[in-house]
Structures are given as structure tokens and as C-alpha cells.
């Protein structure tokens, strides 16, 4: 590491990190999403192929329940596999964030913490009373950590062990192993298109109408990215690319999380109230949310109302249609972005401070998590290419595919209940009335284009993704 | 614009910070849908001279060399 790391606060950690290059294999959550998602992939096969699986150690809760005698049975028959898979979460996740430079002395506890919770919010989110409340397990979270960070309040410590991006990131590489490369393929190219109209156009409006308002047009431009590409990663990114003021992202961060979090609530609630099958409110989701966790969130929520009366398709055709939305057509993008706008802002805003851009920012912005979802995705169907679709139904999704599944939802739960616990409203900076007016329009231009080409336009693709 | 080098940039300047837990530290928020250590933000920091967000890569001519 260069000297000056050097550089201290006063609890003694570093306040500069150097990690791009080879560093960032290492020093990025992204990659150790990937090192996470890819290893879990690889000992499922390993199992697989010995004529063993890893569904001793990927136990969940059980299903939808009325008698609690039926949990605490599951749990006195099973509490030996949840104590091994803590261990196994807590061994893999430990590693990685030890790595990221982390205390672990404060992650363990929090662990445990979310460890608890979640299979409380599992247990819970599948009583019947509680979901004809429409109270999935995704909403449960997010409510629950909600209430817990802004009404009872925890130690700032315990963040560490709330890793939202960190969480999400690795069931998205888990996710790709359950989705089949010749969906992306097939619906890729939609999607990349449809997220590039509402993307392009919801910048368009958010930025024309904050600097008609006066505002700053770097900071017109992290507003832009974060309603219009990936929330507040996009608006980070953004905001380092065209060198924003200090407290330009803070507003765009607090715009994001409140719009997001409305939106995880009434996105799934208004498609559900219009009847809407369960890939077109996907599609419409991952157009129309504007972070990774925040979206998934709404469209696990929605793939749970799959099979209700008026609501066509399949359970988890809502996270897939969302996945290729909004990761494969608009968080790849966010280089190309940053990019462009660093030139603008360095040719035709008078930057006071900057630096030269640079193609490399393209690849150095990259989410790389998405080269581990296409990888699972890819190795996951040439193994299906192995058997027939028959025998890949009875053996293979049982046996490997499930259990990677259930994993994954468990680190999507992580993922909801941290969105929750470090949702502190009254520590968001102030974002202003114009920055919040500017925001909205994007919003509301956003939310109705979205539904436009996501029922209308393209709801042919999107209603029929179950057959590819 | 001025022009960035490898030395005088950003990253060894005494004004300048980066780490992940730095950023979560001053962007309440910031680990709530997105995070210090996303290889989206690169090494982008903060110039606590112009109070700016910007690249690690960056420079100025109000540079101080980090001598820690």
C-alpha cells in the first residue's frame, strides 16, 4: 500500500484506501460478491457431482404456516443445521469483511443480530394472517428495521455487520445461477433498450429541470444519475466523476433512499391492485425503482403474490424480469456515464479541480458483481446442457439449483432488513425544495414511462418469460 | 483544469480522504443503498480544501504533499 495510507483518524483506521488495479480484487465488495457467489456455485456442483447437496446447510424456515406448534417442531428437529449455517455465513462473510477492513469484534454480534432476526421475519412473514396483510417476508424486513433504526435506535457499531450492497451483491451473483443464460439473452436486448428510453429520458427531465431552477449543474447531474441509472451508487459515481461539491451527493443520497423506499411499498401494491402478471410488474419495477436492494426488495415482494387470484405467471418471474432491467439494462451503463459526463464537466463546465478523463473510468466503475451473475448464470446452463429437461427438473434444480436459491434468499434478507436498520431519517442530510422538485419530476416521468413500455409496449416479452 | 500527474494528485494530498468507512462516516446514508467499498465510487474522495467530491486522480494547484 502507498505511504499514504498512512494517513489516520483518530480510532487509528486509514482515511485513504488506494484500491484500484489488483487491489480491487480484494479491496471492492463486488469482487468478494463474486469469490462469495462463484464458491458457493462451485461446492454446490462438487456436492452435486459426489451425489450429495448442500440442502443440509441452506435450511429455511418454514412455509406458510396457521399453527405455531408446526414452527417450533421445524426448529426443534432443525436447530442444529441453522447453528451450521450461521457459522457457514458467518465464517464466509467474516473472511471478506475482515478483508475490507472491518472489525470483526464488531460485525459478529451484529451478525448474529440480523442472523436472529431474519429467521424471526421468515417465520413471521409466512403466517397466514400475516400475509393476506400483504406483508411479505421482503416488507416485514424493511418494516421491521425501519422501526427498529428511527423509533429504538442501535449502536452506530453495528453497521458493520449491515452490509445492504454487500448482501445484495452476493445473492445477485446467486441469483444468476438460477437463471438461465438463454433468458439473458433473450431478453436482453429489451430490456437494455427499454431501461436506455427511460434512463436517457428521466436524466433528461431531472437535469433540464434543476438547472432551469438554477441549481448546479454537477449537482443537476448526481440528481440525473440517481433517479435515472442506479440510485445512490449512480449518484456517487456521478458526483466523483464531474468533481460535485462535498454536499451535492448527500442530497441526491437522501432524495434516493426516500423515493426508494416509497416506491419498495407502493410499486408491488399498485401492480397488485391492477392485476398485473408477475414479469410485466418485475419489468416495471426494475424500470422504475432506482437501487439494486430497494428493487429487489419490491419484486421479491411481488413474486410472493404470484399465484393469487388475477395475478398470471410464476413466483420469481418478477426478480428476474426486474434483474435484467434494471442490472443488466442499466447498472452496466453507469461507466459510460461517469465518463461522459466527466467530459462535459471537464470541456464545458469550467471544472476548478479535476483531472483528465479517462476510457479506464468505464471499466473502473463497472459494477463488477454483474461479470459474477453472467458467470453462475452461464455455468449453471451448460450444466443443464448435461441432462435433459426432465432429469434437470428432477434432479438437478432439487439437488443444487434449490438449495443455491434458498441461499440466496436468505442473503436477500440480510439485505432488506439492513435497508431497514440503517434507514435513519433524521440523520439524512436536508435536501432543499428545488433539489426535491427536480428530483420528483424524474420520478413521476420515470414511474409512468416505466408502466408504459412495461404493459404496454414491451408486456409481450414480459408476461412471457416462463417459456424461455 | 490542471493537469493531474502520478505524484501531485489527489490521493497524496494532505487535504484529500477516501477510505470506505471515511465516506459512510461523512454521507449519512451512503451504506443504506449503496456503499463505501462499491467499485462504483473507484477511489473518489474528499478535498477538504474546496470541499469537493472528486477523483483520487484529480489535482490542483493548491497541492500538499501528504508527508505522514
Given at each position: 500500500m502507498s505511504n499514504t495510507q498512512d494517513s489516520w483518524n483518530e480510532s487509528g483506521?486509514?482515511?485513504?484506501?488506494?484500491?484500484?488495479?489488483?487491489k480491487e480484487l480484494y479491496l471492492k465488495e463486488d469482487w468478494w460478491a463474486i469469490w462469495l457467489g462463484l464458491g458457493i456455485v462451485a461446492v454446490a456442483y462438487l456436492f452435486f457431482i459426489n451425489g450429495s447437496s448442500i440442502k443440509w446447510i441452506s435450511i429455511l424456515p418454514p412455509g406458510k404456516w396457521t399453527d405455531f406448534s408446526v414452527v417450533t417442531q421445524h426448529f426443534s428437529e432443525h436447530i442444529g443445521q441453522y447453528i451450521a449455517q450461521f457459522v457457514m455465513w458467518s465464517v464466509i462473510f467474516g473472511i471478506s469483511i475482515r478483508a475490507l477492513g472491518f472489525k470483526l469484534s464488531e460485525f459478529y454480534p451484529s451478525f448474529l443480530f440480523i442472523y436472529i432476526c431474519s429467521i424471526i421475519i421468515f417465520v413471521v412473514g409466512q403466517n397466514k394472517t400475516v400475509v393476506n396483510l400483504n406483508l411479505e417476508p421482503p416488507l416485514l424486513a424493511l418494516l421491521m428495521g425501519l422501526i427498529i433504526s428511527n423509533f429504538i435506535g442501535l449502536p452506530k457499531w453495528m453497521d458493520t455487520g449491515f452490509r445492504v450492497e454487500y448482501y445484495i451483491k452476493t445473492g445477485i451473483v446467486l441469483l444468476g445461477a438460477t437463471l438461465p443464460f438463454t433468458l439473458i439473452v433473450w431478453a436482453g436486448p429489451t430490456a437494455i433498450l427499454q431501461a436506455s428510453i427511460v434512463s436517457i429520458t428521466t436524466f433528461g427531465v431531472i437535469y433540464f429541470t434543476a438547472t432551469k431552477m438554477g441549481i448546479d449543474r454537477r449537482l443537476a447531474a448526481t440528481l440525473g444519475a440517481g433517479g435515472a441509472v442506479c440510485g445512490v451508487s449512480g449518484a456517487i459515481a456521478i458526483a466523483g466523476a464531474v468533481g460535485a461539491k462535498k454536499e451535492h451527493a448527500p442530497i441526491a443520497i437522501t432524495l434516493v433512499i426516500v423515493w426508494a423506499i416509497v416506491m419498495i411499498f407502493a410499486l408491488p401494491l399498485v401492480s397488485k391492485s391492477m392485476h398485473l402478471p408477475v414479469g410485466v410488474a418485475g419489468a416495471w419495477i426494475g424500470t422504475s425503482e432506482f437501487a439494486d436492494a430497494a428493487g429487489f426488495a419490491a419484486a421479491n415482494t411481488y413474486d410472493g403474490y404470484a399465484?393469487?387470484?388475477g395475478i398470471a405467471g410464476n413466483a420469481g418471474d418478477a426478480v428476474h424480469a426486474f434483474t435484467l432491467m434494471k442490472v443488466v439494462g442499466r447498472d452496466v451503463w453507469i461507466g459510460i456515464w461517469a465518463f461522459v459526463l466527466a467530459i462535459v464537466a471537464t470541456t464545458r463546465w469550467e471544472a476548478k479541480v479535476g483531472t483528465k478523463p479517462n476510457p479506464a473510468e468505464i471499466w473502473w466503475r463497472f459494477p463488477k458483481f454483474v461479470i459474477g451473475f453472467m458467470l453462475a448464470s452461464i455455468i449453471v446452463t451448460l450444466i443443464a446442457n448435461h441432462y435433459g429437461q426432465a432429469d434437470f427438473k428432477k434432479t438437478v434444480v432439487p439437488e443444487m439449483v434449490g438449495p443455491i436459491k434458498d441461499l440466496r434468499t436468505w442473503a436477500f434478507i440480510f439485505c432488506f432488513f439492513s435497508i431497514g436498520l440503517t434507514t435513519r431519517f433524521r440523520e439524512l442530510a436536508s435536501a432543499g425544495m428545488k433539489p426535491f422538485i427536480a428530483f420528483t419530476s424524474g420520478v413521476v416521468v420515470n414511474v409512468i414511462l416505466g408502466f408504459v413500455l412495461s404493459t404496454i409496449v414491451f408486456a409481450g416479452y414480459w408476461s412471457n418469460m416462463t417459456s424461455h | 483544469m490542471l493537469k493531474s500527474t502520478d505524484t501531485k494528485c489527489c490521493f497524496t494530498c494532505v487535504h484529500f480522504h477516501n477510505s470506505p468507512k471515511y465516506m459512510e462516516s461523512v454521507y449519512p446514508g451512503l451504506n443504506t443503498l449503496s456503499s463505501g467499498n462499491a467499485s462504483v465510487r473507484k477511489d473518489d474522495g474528499i478535498c477538504e480544501l474546496h470541499d469537493l467530491y472528486l477523483s483520487a486522480d484529480a489535482s490542483c494547484e493548491q497541492y500538499t504533499g501528504d508527508s505522514s
Open positions: 483506521e486509514p482515511q485513504k484506501v488506494r484500491s484500484m488495479g489488483w399465484g393469487q387470484p | -
